[in-house]
């Protein structure tokens, strides 16, 4: 090898650099991924208290006519649920109650009126199947 061997001033190029100190090297530049600056993590946020007033429910099913709808009312400084069927029925009201209880009373209404109208649901997709399997049946026969 010559010392004019262009390998030899690379390998001495990155032994210099290698053999540096930390405080003579340049800072690290921050890595960009290709789709833009990563962002921070999100803050967590915590969540406001509902409002009583107003806060309501619609329970389930495909005819607003006969859907059940909770709703919660202040009224005097306590709280009110009215429960109705369809648009202009006039409410079964439940109360006096806390707003928590209010609040309560109305997630638990729709909760149980949603697991009943799968049940439900649920019950008449088994007989449909099942009077399907028996026509079929007997067509066969």
Do not use: C
Request: proline fraction near 11%; aromatic fraction near 4%; glycine fraction near 6%.
């Amino acid at each position: 090898m010559t010392q004019s061997d262009p390998t030899d001033n690379a390998l001495a190029a990155i032994a210099s650099i290698l053999d540096r100190p930390e405080s003579h090297r340049e800072p690290d530049k921050p890595v960009v991924a290709e789709h833009g600056p990563v962002a921070p993590p999100p803050i967590p946020v915590t969540p406001s208290p509902i409002e009583a007033h107003g806060y309501s429910r619609h329970g389930p099913g495909p005819m607003a006519s006969i859907r059940f709808k909770w709703t919660v009312r202040l009224e005097n400084g306590d709280y009110y649920v009215d429960e109705t069927i369809g648009e202009n029925s006039a409410p079964i009201v439940s109360g006096p109650m806390s707003r928590e209880a209010a609040i309560q009373t109305v997630d638990d209404r729709e909760s149980d009126a949603r697991r009943r109208f799968e049940q439900l649901k649920s019950e008449m997709t088994e007989r449909g199947a099942a009077a399907n399997l028996v026509s079929k049946d007997s067509s066969e026969a």
